[in-house]
């Protein structure tokens, strides 16, 4: 330490004495210490902390994550984010003074993590730009803009019955087992051809089905420009809980950065279970099926943050798909009508269709996007008008011709056609259409193309489409992959594309299956 002389200059001494006391570290330090007086499942319940905060990141002894639940005049209810083996009772607990925070940012893609930001693939750490709250206020309303562009999931019956806006909520709701992840992974695999930035949040799944969602990404999706958030059903019930909200908050750095983002909650009804949980263990009142009353705050705060940003925001989206599952189709249950009203619309799927082997069995009557249309690509839009309709009236005059013969010539065109719509959106995973080929099968169906041909035919259309218009119409492919709009001369030229391919496919099928079409 530099001397001074007792005579010196006493400002110089004070300076030099605080610059000795900040570079030794002498300086004390007050710390708040609270107590855990028992823990089990997950949550401590912890005495002192008197200025600890709703939501506050607390360190337990040994290094252990939690958050403050709730705040009661002589106790702290802990939600622990890590496994509390080693929290017992008598442990110290220490405030941190800080919420909890996730890392955000361009490091974070093709990565899998924890709900903390925390790598679960490999030892290499994760970079971040800034590390976020994961609790987020929603954009405000005159923050946002009109949802006009569509997010192009390349699946038929949902791009040109429902089709989904940049910046919607739009939910995925059936009984177990019906493909409900299937659609949301497939519009997430579809987005490698576009500018969207996926983020996938597992909440209470099997490891198992994680790891196949993920292979499957990775196999024909663009993983790089994904994030996979993961709280199996082994994680902790913390982590659970953060889960979704940690994923919006990582979603949301690049809608604020003027890009779009899709983010698939997977899914929403084990969240609520999760919250039901913690909240019954720290003894607060139970509501209806013995879910808290805040249960529908949790999730509409939560659903609000998807938006389109204003231009003078960047003009980025956050668009949204959560799953929620129910129980033989009762969508009048406590979670499913609280999601339904919160969100943008719902893909309700069946499951006497899945059984019945169409898939995606998305039911057309109860499905709805209250968006819709207005998202839909030009020339989507202008070809899938009366698509809807037709489907319904055959489903109806299907269920009546059941009975008895088909005596009515119109009764047997409208059945012809709506067995050509069916085949027509039933489609296989992982086989997206592009826009310009789900335009050329509608406007072939509407033309009617395939009413003469078997219905086999159109299968096989479906799988040679592609390469068939690059060969044939490669200028239209172009200009609608650029524009999204049609004119009617290459309307024209795609129908006329579509009918050469799909009668040299009749052509060569067998003779037992051409005596089976309808004339």
Request: hydrophobic letters at 45%; charged letters at 25%.
């Amino acid at each position: 330490m530099t001397e001074i002389a007792p005579d010196a200059d006493k400002d110089a001494w004070l300076a030099q004495s605080r610059k000795t006391v900040e570079q030794t570290e002498l300086a004390p330090q007050a710390e708040t210490v609270g107590i855990v007086e028992r823990v089990a499942d997950g949550i401590a319940f912890v005495s002192g902390l008197p200025e600890a905060r709703l939501n506050e990141l607390l360190r337990f002894e040994g290094g252990r994550l939690g958050f403050a639940l709730t705040l009661d005049a002589d106790a702290i209810c802990a939600v622990l984010l890590d496994e509390g083996e080693a929290i017992e009772s008598g442990s110290r607990v220490t405030g941190t003074g800080e919420i909890v925070r996730v890392p955000v940012g361009p490091g974070l893609l093709g990565r899998i993590v924890d709900p903390l930001g925390r790598p679960l693939d490999r030892d290499e750490p994760i970079t971040a730009e800034d590390h976020l709250p994961v609790e987020r206020a929603a954009p405000a309303i005159i923050e946002r803009d009109l949802v006009t562009e569509p997010v192009e999931t390349g699946i038929l019956i949902v791009d040109a019955l429902f089709s989904v806006g940049r910046g919607q909520r739009e939910l995925i709701i059936g009984d177990r087992a019906t493909g409900k992840t299937a659609i949301a992974i497939d519009t997430i695999i579809n987005q490698k051809h576009t500018d969207m930035i996926c983020v996938y949040v597992a909440v209470g799944q099997r490891a198992t089905a994680v790891k196949r969602v993920i292979e499957a990404v990775q196999q024909h999706g663009a993983p790089e420009r994904c994030v996979f958030v993961v709280a199996s059903a082994a994680s902790s019930p913390g982590l659970q809980w953060i889960a979704p909200f940690a994923g919006f908050t990582i979603a949301e750095y690049f809608r604020d950065r003027g890009q779009h983002a899709l983010i698939v909650i997977d899914d929403l009804t084990k969240h609520a279970i999760t919250h039901r949980e913690l909240a019954l263990l720290s003894r607060q009142p139970p509501g209806r099926e013995a879910y808290p009353g805040d249960i529908f705050y949790v999730h509409s705060r939560m659903l609000e943050r998807a938006a389109k940003l204003s231009a003078e925001l960047g003009s980025g989206s956050l668009t949204a798909l959560p799953i929620a599952e129910t129980d033989m189709g009762n969508l009048a249950a406590y979670i499913p009508t609280n999601l339904i009203s919160i969100t943008d619309g719902q893909f309700v799927l069946n499951s006497a269709l899945f059984a019945a082997n169409q898939r995606p069995a998305i039911d057309a009557g109860l499905s709805v996007s209250r968006v819709g249309g207005k998202a839909q690509a030009p020339a989507l839009r202008k070809v899938s008008g009366r698509l809807r309709l037709e489907y319904s009236q055959f489903l109806e005059l299907e269920m009546f011709t059941r009975f008895g013969g088909l005596s009515d010539a119109r009764v047997k065109s409208q059945i012809t056609r709506g067995e050509r719509i069916r085949a027509l959106i039933e489609q296989p995973r992982f086989n997206a259409l592009r826009l310009v080929d789900e335009v050329a099968l509608l406007a072939a169906l509407s033309d009617g193309v395939f009413d003469p041909l078997p219905v086999e035919v159109i299968g096989t259309v479906r799988e040679r489409l592609a390469a068939h218009l690059d060969t044939h119409a490669s200028d239209v492919v172009t200009d609608v992959t650029k524009t999204g709009s049609i004119a009617d001369d290459a309307l024209t030229a795609l129908v006329a594309a579509v009918r050469k391919l799909a009668e040299d496919i009749a052509r060569n099928l067998k003779p037992a299956v051409k005596e089976t079409a309808v004339p």
